[in-house]
């Protein structure tokens, strides 16, 4: 009973054990999905960064055709505006001949042509130097943005990765969770066979006792009722001795009064 109740000690002992396990792997496995919805959130949080990037992006390539088609327009309305004056000045040539012939109308139409031919330049050389400088920051924005959506995407990447490897080393701890779950009810059940098997050992010894007590209590019951013959048969034998003695003495009592 003794070495049983021993084994059954360390039974209990090793359940105990692999339930510890069992809850530490059941705690990794939280920690590692909370882990893992962290990631997640992380990876949608970049996205998000990533669509605005995209957008961002987008925005600006439309502001850069728009800058293009302004300074197109710009151009435009610049040659028309210098076909006009030209158109203009022609004209007033003609009148002025007409009035006044006598002044110089070559020279006053080619510095009227040469300023607004100044003008028109400057006015060019205004619109490309705004256009570069608009272009210049664009690209610098583009290229910063760029860099961002490089560096998000890479990041991305690195989570993606991480978040393979952490599935990869959840579903090992799932599984090993799950083997350890099968190993820890198929000790169970083991060891509940075995302690059943003790319990039916140990009612068996139990009830042999009971009977070995019984038949102890029956032979000294028995005992006792011959310790009690023995004890009535020692005071009948005495008694039949203390007569036997007492005619004994009778007996020999009587030859002496005949000899007399």
């Given at each position: 009973?003794l070495g ?154 690195e989570l ?101």
């Amino acid at each position: 009973i003794l070495g049983a109740t021993i084994d059954n000690s360390k039974i209990v002992l090793q359940i105990d054990n692999a339930r510890l396990a069992a809850d530490d792997f059941r705690t990794k496995f939280e920690t590692e999905q909370a882990l893992r919805l962290s990631v997640e959130a992380d990876i949608n949080g970049l996205r998000r960064v990533l669509d605005e990037q995209t957008l961002a992006r987008t925005d600006l390539e439309m502001q850069i055709e728009s800058l293009k088609e302004e300074l197109t327009n710009l151009k435009k309305n610049h040659e028309e505006e210098i076909s006009a004056l030209r158109s203009q000045v022609g004209g007033q040539v003609s009148v002025e001949v007409d009035s006044t012939p006598g002044v110089d109308l070559a020279k006053i139409l080619s510095e009227m042509r040469s300023q607004y031919e100044i003008m028109a330049e400057k006015n060019r050389k205004d619109a490309e130097a705004w256009y570069n400088s608009q272009i210049q920051d664009l690209n610098i924005q583009v290229e910063v943005h760029t860099e961002q959506i490089r560096i998000s995407q890479t990041e991305v990447t690195e989570l993606r990765r991480t978040l393979q490897g952490l599935e990869i080393e959840l579903q090992s701890q799932l599984s090993m969770k799950a083997a350890l779950e099968g190993t820890l009810a198929e000790t169970e059940a083991r060891y509940g066979a075995q302690l059943s098997q003790i319990q039916g050992v140990i009612s068996s010894i139990e009830a042999q006792l009971s009977n070995v007590r019984a038949d102890t209590e029956r032979q000294n019951q028995e005992y006792q009722q011959l310790m009690d013959i023995k004890s009535r048969l020692e005071q009948e034998i005495a008694t039949y001795r203390s007569l036997l003695e007492g005619q004994e003495a009778h007996y020999n009592s009587l030859p002496t009064i005949m000899v007399i």
